[in-house]
């Protein structure tokens, strides 16, 4: 299973607009956060997960040529907002609609947004195409499976991921816009090879877990290798990550991992 993290910023991007702190102004390209996705291929098929507004530049970026799946973590807009862009990948499958999951929220939103959208093929050549469907517990794709729990933030609940390859038996979870990660959760993520948390700062915030509260959660699932994702510009690569236990860093946007 590869894993290529498209972005790993909040929904305000860093560098952010009129800032000049020292992480906007940073050399470091670790330091230059696109808003938060990533990019799966599990035994050989291409699963994006969320579209963040930079959608586009990502794929570009990243040489992305296929997408034959997508899932909505959910519906705030650093995460929905690049959906259109998808209508490329409609394209180079010859103008077949792609297969869309996520939570009741999430489907709602894609339907107010992209109405034009909704269904098997796109109404026009070159538009995008997307086929709903409510994502379910367990969702079986053959190569492998795709394990959901649900994580709160704020007032929504967000779909937290685990994957499952069955020819190598790898796993990954994806836990990202979450306040906490509970018990059924955790359990999930167990044996992962890689696991993902929200860890969105250094300070405490009512929505998104903090570092120190993402390592918590780290060293209680147990994982050798930790990425944290959706960070804010009061994170500077090099001098947070040095301070991190050595089973947790901090994703950075390009990042590409073999589980």
Do not use: W
């Not at 947070?240 to 947790?248: F, I, K």
């Amino acid at each position: 299973m590869e894993i290529t993290f498209l972005g790993t910023g909040t929904s305000q991007g860093v560098p952010m607009i009129a800032c000049s702190c020292e992480v906007c102004r940073s050399s470091d390209p670790r330091n230059k956060r696109s808003r938060a996705s990533v990019h799966v291929v599990m035994g050989g098929l291409h699963i994006q997960v969320d579209a963040a507004p930079e959608f586009r530049e990502q794929c570009i970026r990243n040489n992305l040529t296929s997408v034959d799946l997508f899932i909505l973590t959910h519906g705030h807009a650093d995460h929905v907002l690049g959906m259109d862009d998808l209508r490329r990948f409609c394209d180079r499958r010859d103008g077949e609609g792609i297969p869309v999951y996520s939570n009741t929220d999430g489907l709602d939103r894609v339907r107010s947004i992209y109405a034009y959208a909704i269904g098997a093929r796109p109404a026009f050549r070159g538009y995008p195409a997307f086929i709903l469907h409510q994502m379910p517990p367990v969702l079986d794709l053959g190569v492998g499976t795709i394990t959901t729990t649900l994580l709160p933030h704020g007032r929504v609940q967000v779909l937290g991921l685990v994957f499952e390859e069955r020819a190598t038996g790898s796993k990954f979870a994806y836990y990202t816009d979450c306040k906490k990660v509970g018990p059924e959760a955790r359990k999930l993520a167990e044996g992962a090879g890689v696991v993902v948390l929200d860890g969105l700062r250094q300070e405490p915030h009512p929505t998104h877990m903090s570092i120190s509260e993402a390592v918590k959660v780290a060293e209680a699932i147990g994982a050798e290798r930790n990425y944290l994702t959706h960070l804010t510009h009061t994170v500077d690569h090099g001098p947070m990550e040095s301070e991190l236990p050595a089973t947790v860093r901090l994703a950075y946007d390009g990042l590409s991992l073999v589980v």
